[in-house]
């Protein structure tokens, strides 16, 4: 940790003046992160909007999480065919006749799509925590930007305990048994 002497000129000037240039940047560093958080919260709510207007916009979400799961011809699949009851056939070969018929994916195209579902829980669910952290970078930047109120007032009972413990260890410390006891 450097210190310095408050009573050479030289030598406050240059503290004085990296104080300065890292308010100044802990400030732009702000007001950055601020309009960071602006843009992704209108870009958030903007793509709300999207989904409200024209809510297919989630069909090709819908699509892969089918694609990659195929959780709507499952579930017709067991819906179709509850209780594998064939005595010579293995349950998972019915399953999987009862998945590759025609019948299953008509049956899939009429039901209600839990893929569809699970795709607007999923999309509301990620703009919640992208609007969450545009919320987050909003306030940081806020409190980064408006740097003085709470820094100086920090720094101010900072300033205050060290004179306070610079005076007390320039006087002597009294010994123990001239101390008071209550």
Known sequence: MAYYHRDNPEQVTRVATV???????VRLAGVLLLLVGLVVGIQVIMEAWDLYRSPEHIERFSW???????????IAALTKNPVPSSKTNEPGE??????????TQAFVDESIRLSYLLAWIIAILLLMLIGRLALAAIKTGGELALYDREVKGFARTLLKETSKLQRGSEQQAM????????
């Not at 104080?19 to 940047?25: L, P, Y």
């Not at 010994?175 to 209550?182: D, E, G, I, L, Y």
């Open 175 to 182: 010994p123990f048994s001239t101390v008071k006891k209550k």
């Open 19 to 25: 104080i300065q240039f890292t308010e100044i940047f």
């Open 64 to 74: 892969a999480i089918e694609k990659g799961t195929n959780l709507d011809k499952s």
């Open 94 to 103: 019915q399953l999987d006749q009862a998945a590759r018929s025609p019948d």
